[in-house]
């Protein structure tokens, strides 16, 4: 056992209102010089839809992630092969049609302009060529268009679907969406760690924040075309790769990151928790359909005293052992078993997990209409089973689930490599958790239906009623608990290394990196 920490962030897709908020915070701080124009560390996309860049979920087109290959996994299209023949010639990765083409406006047109008998309009140039162009793509372009042609209808999710489930999606009343926001997954097989040429890459032993050493890049870019994500950017005036920091010089203060600090939703949560670095490898090669819960066992009890005793041995310390047990990441992730990774099947083992959207289901099967639904439900090819109508048992509930507005295999692509049942699994707790406090708030359920509901699912009352207050009452204490930064022990690698150039850019210098 190798135990390790992993600063780590949650999202909870029921509460994320698409407001951006987290995006501007991001962007002004991070992201407003020369050549980052187009980047945005932090995004929050519409889904269903094709994403910031366009269809970075598609590995068909970018070749990004790992694939198994007999007993282990490689790069899919980066590693030192690939990279040789692509090294100057890279087809996977995203070009600037696919991000858009930075712009700003020619704003001293509107006062500098003659007199005439046209209102002056300040046209859009672009940032590159300093030429007029026309603006045909954004960061948030398909921005709510569930029910585009365009966007929505091109998630490539969908794929999974047949067309008549599709069909089914975008009928006006079954239509919905949700907003899912997306940063660097900081994951503990990285793909861009593994495909820099450079080895400008790597990941900090202290907290598992991956970086990218602007000293040591060399613009090979291969790190864009292995991040599944799509979440390493180039700056075209730099020459440089960069990506999220995790805001770390924010935390190694005592601070949120900025996404989280100004999320208006308080979707976020940000915690420790401890893992088993051993096991990163047999995780990352297994097969497709247990990658999820191999990931969430390789996650460590942080009350275990040999967890303890092995996270100490690797030079963890008392206080991130004591984060990592006061977690909320920790508690939605293992404890409650309520988020998913993002996309499991590229094998990055991604450290960003997510609440799935429970989207405005019925609280009861009574509450629609028995003869419309069949006929809606026929068509898409779904069971029927007329007990749901009238049976008294949780039964009733769960039918909800499976006719949530968005199809639980068109959730199961994005959260769980294709696995229904873990979708449903966190469905049916929620949903469990939802009936529990309209028995206890408003009194339309009975007490034992109320608490029939939490048995199904494994939860008690206590577990029901601690997902409640950190989903809806949590201070922000509780959503952000990180150990304080151990000043020390950098003034000692420092002082042992010689090293201090390392401070320059987007992170230290390998040679300053803890656990190295």
Not at 78 to 84: D, N, P, S, V
Not at 441 to 464: F, N, P
Request: glycine share 6%.
């Amino acid at each position: 056992m190798n135990v390790r920490s992993q600063v780590s962030m949650l999202f909870h897709l029921d509460k994320c209102i698409g407001c951006h908020t987290c995006s501007v915070a991001c962007k002004n701080i991070w992201t407003d010089r020369k050549g980052s124009e187009y980047m945005w560390w932090n995004n929050v996309e519409t889904k269903p839809g094709t994403g910031y860049p366009g269809k970075w979920e598609d590995q068909e087109i970018y070749k990004g992630g790992w694939q198994k290959k007999g007993d282990g996994i490689e790069l899919k299209g980066a590693g030192k092969k690939r990279g040789l023949v692509n090294i100057f010639h890279n087809p996977n990765m995203p070009n600037i049609d696919d991000y858009y083409e930075p712009f700003t406006y020619k704003y001293l047109d509107l006062i500098e302009s003659p007199e005439g008998h046209d209102q002056p309009t300040a046209r859009p140039v672009s940032l590159i060529t300093g030429k007029p162009i026309d603006i045909k793509m954004g960061p948030n372009w398909d921005d709510d268009l569930s029910g585009s042609p365009d966007y929505a209808r091109n998630d490539p999710n969908l794929k999974e679907l047949s067309p008549a489930e599709q069909e089914a999606m975008f009928q006006l009343e079954r239509m919905a969406f949700y907003y899912l926001p997306r940063i660097c997954n900081h994951c503990l097989n990285p793909a861009c760690v593994a495909a820099c040429p450079s080895g400008a890459i790597y990941k900090r032993g202290e907290d598992g924040v991956v970086l990218i050493n602007q000293d040591v890049c060399r613009a090979w870019r291969m790190c864009v075309t292995a991040c599944p994500y799509k979440k390493t950017y180039y700056n075209w005036h730099t020459g440089k790769s960069e990506k999220c920091i995790l805001c770390y010089p924010r935390i190694e203060a005592g601070l949120a990151p900025a996404c989280m600090h100004s999320c208006v939703g308080r979707i976020r949560y940000l915690g420790v928790m401890l893992y088993d670095a051993d096991r990163i490898h047999e995780v990352a090669s297994c097969d497709e359909s247990a990658l999820v819960k191999q990931q969430i066992d390789m996650i460590m009890d942080p009350f275990d005293s040999e967890v303890i005793a092995s996270a100490k041995a690797n030079g963890v310390t008392d206080s991130t052992i004591k984060a990592a047990q006061y977690s909320p990441t920790y508690k939605f992730v293992k404890e409650w078993n309520l988020a998913l990774p993002l996309h499991p099947e590229y094998r990055t083992l991604p450290m960003l997990f997510y609440v799935p959207p429970l989207l405005p289901v019925m609280a009861s099967m009574r509450e629609i209409n028995q003869d419309d639904q069949k006929e809606k439900l026929s068509s898409v090819s779904k069971k029927w089973d007329d007990n749901w109508l009238y049976d008294t048992s949780t039964e009733e509930l769960w039918g909800s689930i499976e006719q949530a507005r968005f199809p639980l295999k068109y959730l199961a692509s994005l959260f769980s490599a294709g696995d229904e049942e873990k979708v449903k699994d966190r469905l049916k707790k929620m949903m469990a958790v939802r009936i529990y406090r309209r028995w206890k708030t408003v009194g339309d359920v009975t007490e034992e239906k109320a608490k029939h509901a939490l048995r199904d699912v494994g939860l008690s009352t206590k577990m029901a009623d601690d997902i409640y207050y950190l989903t809806a009452l949590a201070k922000f204490e509780d959503r952000f608990v990180i150990p304080p930064a151990h000043r020390e022990e950098a003034v000692e690698l420092l002082e042992f290394t010689g090293d201090h150039k390392g401070e320059v850019g987007f992170g230290p210098s390998k040679s300053v990196q803890r656990g190295s």
